[in-house]
């Protein structure tokens, strides 16, 4: 059973700093397609970065201030956030996927597997 489980989240100032991680089970983590999503309220999914092997994508929202990692050792995927702004605000989701091309960009949502979400309240 696929299992991902976002923590790290909660409120923030603006320019504070918030690292996310996505604890993962149930599959192969190394070789999967992961991603970062976030919905604001009344809005859809943005991507908002992903990872396979060496290769890294971010939305130009968040370029220059947010990073991705992952652990292989410990199946755990991260996101950095660094300098927040207002607009960040959003429930925060991790996701996974086997098929490599779904990090590809454009970040679309067309992942299998998905956590259930954490908050970031950035203030200002």
């Known amino acids: 059973l696929v299992q991902l489980e976002e923590s790290g989240g909660g409120s923030v100032q603006t320019e504070g700093s918030l690292r996310l991680s996505c604890a993962t089970s149930?599959?192969?983590?190394?070789?999967?397609?992961m991603g970062w999503f976030r919905q604001a309220p009344g809005k859809g999914y943005e991507g908002v970065a992903s990872?396979?092997?060496?290769?890294?994508h971010y939305a130009n929202s968040v370029k220059g201030r947010f990073t991705i990692s992952q652990d292989n050792a410990k199946s755990t995927l991260y996101l950095q956030m660094n300098n927040l702004k207002p607009e960040d605000t959003a429930m925060y989701y991790c996701?996974?996927?086997?098929?490599?091309?779904?990090?590809?960009?454009?970040?679309?949502?067309?992942?299998?597997?998905w956590g259930r979400g954490t908050q970031v309240t950035v203030s200002s």
């Open positions: 996701a996974a996927d086997s098929r490599a091309w779904v990090c590809s960009p454009p970040l679309g949502n067309e992942y299998n597997f």
């Open positions: 149930g599959y192969a983590f190394s070789t999967y397609c």
């Open positions: 990872i396979y092997m060496d290769s890294i």
